[in-house]
């Protein structure tokens, strides 16, 4: 069977998220598909997978709901097991932010969406604008935009720690990008609250734009959450590796988890590298005095004897 993986959010206000989780449980459940859902007072972020035939049923489902009619469901093929199971959960937010200082909510106006269209537009004609990419670091270093800002996170919450950074743009037109887009909602939002003047975000997220414009100003591929682990929109042969080795610093796509118990976090390593250190390789927090420095203050890999 052929499989698809559907990415989806919508940010606005739910008056009952419980009923919400119920109704989607009982929705999944009957077509046999398998992912992460999170509502929440403020919409559902959505990304799950099954067959094509169970995935565009769940789409026809979904528009059937007023609230959600104009989703924007981004596609990707998948495989039977992309994700080892469903879970359906409710939630404060539908994308963690704890950030208490200032009220982000769909009541409050959200930066003005820019069709990937534009975007390509604004790249073509040299218009000056600033890319500010709201993933986490680990997400950047398989792929992003050229010439893009990390504001130098390892969990979206991060955020507010990374405005000392970003404030020196706070007069310039910012694009704000994620993967979907649901990131960006809040982000950008949070930007604003933060005086940034002139500040969108990419409608659809990376996603929409490299399906639109497949190996155009987006190097590399792109991170997912899932067991792909990445995503590559680019004719066979066209594809452009930019992730490195945190051992040998050879050019890798390969994403895989730190092995402290306690971190889990994400690291490119080369397969020959796992191979070499029989997977046990360790992020740069994680590394201790067993390691051996690596060329330019990269990340760090060690045996455990």
């Not at 992912?35 to 929440?40: E, T």
Request: include cysteine; charged fraction near 25%.
């Amino acid at each position: 069977m052929d499989y698809q993986v559907l990415l989806y959010y919508k940010y606005i206000p739910v008056a009952n998220p419980e009923d919400l989780r119920i109704s989607q449980r009982f929705l999944c459940e009957s077509l046999q598909l398998t992912g992460r859902i999170i509502v929440a007072t403020e919409g559902i972020n959505g990304t799950i997978g099954g067959t094509i035939e169970s995935t565009e049923k769940y789409i026809e489902n979904m528009r059937s709901d007023p609230r959600f009619a104009d989703v924007h469901f981004k596609k990707s093929k998948g495989i039977s097991d992309t994700f080892p199971r469903l879970s359906i959960k409710v939630r404060s937010e539908i994308v963690s932010t704890h950030i208490t200082s200032v009220v982000l909510d769909p009541h409050t106006a959200t930066a003005r969406h820019l069709a990937p269209e534009m975007l390509n537009t604004w790249y073509r004609e040299g218009k000056k604008f600033k890319v500010i990419d709201m993933r986490n670091t680990y997400e950047l270093e398989v792929g992003k935009f050229k010439n893009s800002l990390d504001p130098e996170t390892t969990n979206f919450r991060d955020l507010p720690q990374s405005l000392q950074k970003l404030k020196v743009y706070k007069d310039e037109t910012i694009v704000a990008v994620c993967t979907g887009g649901v990131r960006c909602e809040k982000a950008s939002q949070y930007l604003k609250t933060q005086g940034f003047k002139d500040v969108y975000q990419l409608d659809g997220g990376i996603v929409t734009y490299m399906e639109k414009y497949p190996g155009q100003d987006f190097e590399g591929t792109l991170y997912t959450f899932d067991k792909r682990k990445t995503l590559d929109f680019c004719a066979p042969g066209q594809k452009k590796v930019i992730g490195k080795c945190l051992h040998c610093e050879v050019s890798t796509e390969t994403i895989v988890d730190c092995a402290d118990d306690m971190c889990h976090s994400q690291i490119t390593c080369c397969e020959n590298c796992v191979n070499k250190y029989e997977g046990i390789v360790y992020c740069k927090k994680c590394n201790n005095a067993n390691g051996v420095p690596l060329p330019e203050g990269r990340y760090m890999t060690r045996i455990i004897l």
